[in-house]
């Protein structure tokens, strides 16, 4: 149970982290960008981690965000 609570509780951390705005993601450059996101892309969600998700789902809302800019990093 207490394993558990960690779990959540770190998860919870990390969400709220990535929430505020811009982020650390809106400092990485393009570069970094759009290799985690295809990192992300070719890693199948059976072998993901919680916090490698969490960390997948920023960085494709950084592609949005930056192609909202006029910066279509992430095209394919």
């Known amino acids: 149970m207490n394993k ?3 779990v ?3 998860l919870s951390f990390l969400l709220l982290n990535a929430c ?3 982020g650390k ?3 990485f ?3 970094k960008i759009r290799s985690e996101y295809q990192r992300c892309l070719n890693t199948s969600n059976n072998k993901m981690s919680p916090a490698r998700g ?3 789902n920023n960085y494709e809302k950084e592609c949005q965000r ?3 800019n ?3 990093i992430c095209a394919m």
């Open 70 to 72: 006029g910066n279509n």
């Open 29 to 31: 450059d393009d570069k």
């Open 8 to 10: 959540i509780c770190g």
């Open 4 to 6: 558990l609570l960690l």
């Open 66 to 68: 930056r192609k909202k």
């Open 54 to 56: 969490v960390a997948c």
């Open 20 to 22: 505020d705005s811009g």
């Open 25 to 27: 993601y809106a400092a």
